[in-house]
């Protein structure tokens, strides 16, 4: 590598690799969580903390499930996940499939897939640790297009009501749809605006600055109620000809492009 | 049977904390036992039932005790699914799923409230185990068994009528409820039936008396009775369920390969047909109009008895 790379860059590399051999890769939305799963993972990655007791602590639910191979290519750059296992992403017997399952063992506490299921899962998650009295946090990630089911909505009203969880929401707000822009298509806008309006507090933060949402993520836990951090982010974020482009929700990749994409994110392009 | 149920979930709740109740703004006087004695364990949710699955699926999994989530009949069966389907079913949660309004329980409501299709909806499901009861005392009794250790193994769904129902098998303090149980006994005709609907089949077997010996019956608990209990279906039985034929009772033990469709075992389902429920019918109206009102079943059940036609394959009374 002619750079040296950045663990999102590995994680995004990961994801190329993996997509090589994958029936199912999203690169839209693998690319435009990264930097916040990075901060999630912050405190692993920079050896504060042993994995195996920052799960036991912290719980992921990954709403938009869709982009599971985000996590599992970001873990594998942390050495979490071996090579061999991330390499059976989508494959016959292979450990993780195109959506994201639940996994004790990475802490991934729910299957999802179905999109609107995650928030109403996570609260329920976070309401038994308020109930056992038991340490630690869920943090919820969910896309913006997610957000048009009503589902969420009805998560919502209830944090409306009472928001002591232990309980982060990270929207994932890259802007798109499958089809095009979400603001075309059903607005979302101005999301900050309407969690706050329901009561419920809320941080935008630049999706991409791991340090900016890992410090919105900290608030979150110190106030020990609910936060909604509105990370907004760039679908396709990385490669330049996937940036902002729709077509790369979940299009399969041609081996011209991965090696486009591995050139970029290598520096062997520059 | 709503009263039974409060009644019976009481005591759990007062011994453990860890068995919740998540209701969908229903229940007015059901659960006021539960409510005075136990209000931390009581969750009104509102109107949101795709939430409210999702978050009692998740949060029973987390405490690892069985909580129960509970509403009108097609609320909690056919508008939340997929969340009964990925959050409950897939995940296994130890959760029991309770409706209220079986079959035509809710007849001056219209067919939104109609809980006629929940059980295909129900059984098409992996891991849930079915219940149904047919009267008050069966819901004690189930209640007992679901909450008697820390933890179901398995989701369940448990199908309640509505209120008022009598205690039919009163006169039959031997009674033991396992997978089912017979009302009365009988031997030249058996109907096998679930749900409040059993009132019909004993004043059907009434309306025989002396003409025709007919037994009597309840199925409440379906996985125990399919694998444990029946027989491969004789010649004799009749089905009679407040319930569409998809899904039905019948169709679970063909589908367990009980009782295979044959020349020398045909199957007789008596069950709802009518598909245009637009006029208003209130439950006997509608029970009759499907034939599955006692005049009705003592019908069929004079036919069966005359019918010497053993080529039948898989006959569905209308």
Redesign the interface.
Known sequence: MSIKMTITQKARLNVVRTAREASSVHFGGCFSVMEILAAYYGPVIRNEIAFKEFIARDTLILSKGHCGLAVYSLLAGIGIVSSETLASYCKDGGAFMGHIKQDPALGIGWSTGSLGHGLSISLGLAGALRFMGAKGRIVCILGDGEMHEGSNWEALLHLSHDDHFPLTIILDNNQFLSLGRTQDIRPLEPIHKKIEDFGIACVTVDGHDIAAVEQAMRQGEQSGRALFINANTLKGKGISFTEGVPEWHAKRASEAELQRMEAELTGAAA | MRKALGVALAPYFGQQD?H?LFCGDIGFGVFDDVRRQTPGQFHN??I?E??????????A???KATSMVYTINPFITSRVH??LR??VA??NAPLVICSVGAGFAYDALGFTHYGIEDLALMTVLPNFRIFTPAEPADVTAIIRQLFSDRAIAAPCYLRLQKGGERNLSADFPDVERKGSYKYWPGDEVEIVTHGAIAEEALKARQMLKGDISVAVRAVIDWGRYCEDEVMPIQDNSLFLEEHRAVGSLANALVNAGKALPRASAPLRLKCVRHTDFHGLALRPTALRLNGLDAASIAHSIKELKAEKRPDIKLEMAG
């Open positions: 860890y919740h949710f509102g949101s795709q939430h409210m699955v999702s978050y009692a699926a998740a949060f999994s987390a405490v997929d969340q990925v959050d897939y995940a």
